[in-house]
């Protein structure tokens, strides 16, 4: 039998999970829907970003939330040069640990920077928003360079 | 959330319909490769016959085929032709209905025996309730009109009873 004679076909697996968030991520996503990064005040006084319900130290209830700003700095990346379907741009892009102001934590996304040339780890980034939001960590479209340059 | 959570929300965000939940669906986009038996298999199917291929050792003859015997380990050597009715061994009746599936509920998925094979085919059976479904009846294929055959297992539409005795649990226990 030549390789010709053998069948091959697609075949996706796929789980459709929907799944409930918790007091703190609800208040993150409904944030993010309205154009506002919430983070989350652990107990040593760090404020968490993205939040998290319960202290990574202490595990106690976190209740307090904080409002970041939408620009940050850039903690570590990675280049994708080849970006697969669905993820986050059609386009080469990094992604990217951002420290938004404010937070003490980094919140893993893309930035879109055109070439592995202009990212740097200390950079500053700003949000660009998605043009519909629905609440969702994809509100975030990506994180785009600022003019500021190096913190 | 409840009232009773203690967060507070920024003011702007209190008399808004909160976000409970995001869908996060898993996935995998595969290209499957049938190998020579599976294929020759499938080719088979695609004219209306279920192609078994038997071990030279055990004599078991393996369905659908993948080219060697589980069990002795060894190629399989001869393919058999077997009938398009056999035994329903085992079944399921389903009553969840899942994305992408137009079934009427409830269903049964089954596990059928073709009359010659060591192992089962699972398919739906359809043309008879649901309750009257048991194991040992006997059934018999219903395939896709000829010009809709593919060299895929949804050539079998579904199996139907065949009106014929049950076959007794002796006579398949071994493949249940």
């Given at each position: 039998m030549t390789d010709a004679e053998i069948l091959s076909a697609p075949l996706v697996l796929e789980y459709p999970f929907t799944r409930t968030v918790g007091p703190v991520q609800s208040a993150f996503l409904t944030g993010l829907r309205e154009g506002l990064v919430l983070g989350v005040r652990a107990g040593d006084g760090r404020v968490l970003?993205?939040?998290?319900?319960?202290?990574?130290?202490?595990?106690a209830e976190l209740t307090e939330l904080v409002e970041l700003g939408e620009t940050g700095t850039v903690t570590t990346w990675s280049w994708e040069p080849d970006p697969r379907p669905h993820q986050p741009l059609d386009r080469p892009f990094a992604w990217a640990l951002v420290r938004l102001d404010g937070a003490d934590s980094a919140l893993l996304h893309a930035v879109d920077a055109g070439s592995p040339e202009a990212m740097a780890t200390g950079m500053q980034v700003r949000i660009r928003w998605s043009d519909e939001r629905a609440g969702s960590i994809t509100d975030i479209a990506c994180f785009e360079p600022t003019a500021a340059g190096p913190a | 959330m409840s009232g009773s959570s203690p967060l507070a929300l920024p003011e702007g965000l209190r008399d808004l319909e909160p976000v409970r939940s995001i869908r996060a669906p898993a996935r995998l986009v595969y290209t499957f490769t049938a190998g020579e038996a599976t294929s020759r298999f499938l080719r088979g199917i695609a004219s209306k016959k279920i192609l078994g291929e038997r071990c030279p050792v055990c004599g078991k003859v393996m369905?659908?085929?993948?080219?060697?015997?589980?069990?002795?380990?060894v190629p399989t050597s001869e393919q058999v032709e077997l009938a398009d009715r056999g035994i329903v061994t085992t079944f399921c009746v389903v009553n969840v209905k899942f994305s992408g599936s137009a079934m009427e509920l409830p269903y049964v998925c089954a596990s059928v025996l073709p009359d010659g094979a060591d192992m089962g085919l699972f398919g739906l059976v359809q043309e008879v309730p649901f309750d009257q479904i048991r194991m040992g009846m006997r059934v018999e294929a219903v395939w896709v009109d000829d010009d809709e055959l593919q060299p895929n297992l949804a050539s079998i539409k579904w199996w139907r009873p065949t009106g014929e005795p049950d076959a007794p649990y002796e006579s398949y226990r071994e493949h249940v």
């Open positions: 970003c993205p939040p998290v319900e319960y202290d990574p130290v202490t595990s | 369905l659908p085929p993948r080219g060697s015997c589980p069990t002795d380990g």
